[in-house]
Nanobody, 118 residues
Framework: QVQLVESGGGLVQAGGSLTLSCAAS????????MGWYRQAPGKQRELVAA???????NYADSVKGRFTISRDYAKNTVSLQMNSLKPEDTAVYYC????????????WGQGTQVTVSS
């Protein structure tokens, strides 16, 4: 059974920084991509950043230049360094992984709250 376990998040003032981390565990053949989504109250879940295996990272326009996604392929982890945080970044952040086993499917972490105060 594949699990994604997130850490990080919390409360920070505007202009501050936070780092989110996510580790994939269990038995699987290949991780095709890992990324981060977020969902603010009353809004749809949206892609924040994605890191395909062996491919280029991509970011939502709203976070370009402020957030950096990185992967540790040996540890099956993905991190999101968030700088210059704004109140509009407040949301529950979810780790996502595109994993191949017998089938290819997406897995989600449990979510971690990020709150940015003004």
């Amino acid at each position: 059974q594949v699990q994604l376990v997130e850490s990080g998040g919390g409360l920070v003032q505007a202009g501050g920084s936070l780092t989110l981390s996510c580790a994939a565990s269990g038995s699987f053949f290949r991780i095709n991509a890992m990324g981060w989504y977020r969902q603010a109250p009353g809004k749809q879940r949206e892609l924040v950043a994605a890191a395909p295996s062996g491919g280029n990272t991509n970011y939502a326009d709203s976070v370009k230049g402020r957030f950096t996604i990185s992967r540790d392929y040996a540890k099956n982890t993905v991190s999101l360094q968030m700088n210059s945080l704004k109140p509009e970044d407040t949301a529950v952040y979810y780790c996502n992984a595109d994993i191949s086993n017998n089938l290819r499917r997406f897995y989600w972490g449990q979510g971690t709250q990020v709150t940015v105060s003004s």
